[in-house]
């Protein structure tokens, strides 16, 4: 049974993984592009992330990732905006932050994700700087002459009087990150196949064997799928933050382990670094409504541009009412 529904699908499978994403997917069925979005605000207490000097990583997240996920909502009401945590600590009242960051993958996952977005503040470890505040004297001894005639002189010099300066973070900007290409293997095992894809004869959900070489080479296509989608939408993000006139450090690959999340979700995902919470006009605009209303504006319109993408094949927004139903 199981071989006779692998065997009609998988030449299917392989003619849509392997063509371009923005071709028409509704010839396999009639499932949204975009049906579930995961959003998911960084970190939460007791793990607040990067501080500033009087916020928090997870303070920031959190209120953008609300923003965001509020106005996804009102203009794509027919799609499910799921939420890791909605509140100031981690998901599910965890305390362990490693073990948080396996249970929205896994909360992405289970709900069948498109696409899974990651909020985070950036910043930049301390750097000092060493600096001379002074002199002082120093008396040492040398020893002059040899044998009997040898004597001890005491001599004086000036010492350096060294102090250590932390230096000011002073940068600006976003960049977005996806999972990194040598993390393929990674990916590909998180990835498999999904449960919506396989059908038995009555509709029944089948569960396929995920180590057989049909369900690897349909991983493998989907992977490669799921980096170029990651890409496009990471470009998207980037390209909506210079509009709103941040500067932008582009999108990176990112293979630390900070960055596990991506691997681990069977979906097309991203990390968003908004900003850098070291610096003190930079803290000062994520903190305000301003700020707020800006990011999660870029990274709206981003969305937008990437379910028009999966739709039509092109990323130009129509002019409708977006941009007056929902102000910045």
């Known amino acids: ?3 006779r529904v692998l065997s009609f699908i998988l030449p299917i499978c392989i003619f849509i993984f392997s063509s371009s994403f923005t071709s028409d997917t509704t010839t396999k069925s009639k499932r949204q592009p975009l049906k579930t979005i995961i959003i998911d605000a960084g970190h939460g207490l007791p793990d607040p992330g990067a501080e500033g000097k009087y916020s928090s990583e997870s303070q920031i997240t959190l209120a953008i990732a609300n923003q965001l996920g509020n106005r996804l909502k009102e203009l794509l009401p027919d799609c499910n905006i799921i939420f890791t945590r909605t509140d100031a600590n981690l998901p599910d009242g965890m305390t362990d932050r490693n073990k948080a960051n396996h249970y929205r993958a896994q909360m992405a996952n289970q709900n069948h994700g498109d696409l899974f977005i990651a909020i985070h503040v950036n910043s930049l470890e301390d750097r000092y700087q060493r600096r001379i505040e002074g002199y002082r004297e120093e008396t040492y001894h040398v020893y002059i002459g040899k044998g009997r005639k040898k004597r001890k002189v005491t001599k004086t010099r000036s010492v350096p009087i060294y102090r250590s300066y932390k230096l000011p973070c002073n940068r600006k900007g976003t960049e977005t990150y996806i999972w990194a290409v040598n993390k393929y293997d990674q990916k ?3 990835v ?3 449960e919506d894809d396989v059908t038995g004869e009555q ?4 569960i396929p064997d995920f180590d057989s070489p049909d369900a690897k080479i349909l991983a ?4 490669k799928k799921y980096f170029d989608q990651s890409l496009t939408i990471a470009n998207f993000v980037e390209e909506e933050f210079k509009k709103e006139g941040r500067t932008s450090y582009g999108v990176k690959q990112r293979n630390n382990k900070g960055i596990w ?3 681990a979700t069977n979906m097309p995902s991203i990390l968003v670094e908004t900003g850098f919470i070291c610096t003190p006009e930079e803290e000062d605009y994520l ?6 209303n800006e990011v999660s504006y870029a990274i709206m319109r981003a969305v937008l541009r990437y379910k028009q993408l999966l739709e039509t094949g092109s990323a130009e927004l129509p002019a409708t009412e977006v941009d007056s139903t929902v102000n910045k």
Request: hydrophobic content about 25%.
């Open 220 to 223: 493998s296509l989907r992977t």
């Open 261 to 263: 999340v991506l691997q």
């Open 192 to 194: 498999g196949l999904r």
């Open 203 to 206: 509709g029944d959900s089948t």
């Open 188 to 190: 590909q095992q998180s």
């Open 287 to 292: 903190n305000s409504e301003q700020g707020v």
């Open 1 to 3: 049974m199981l071989k």
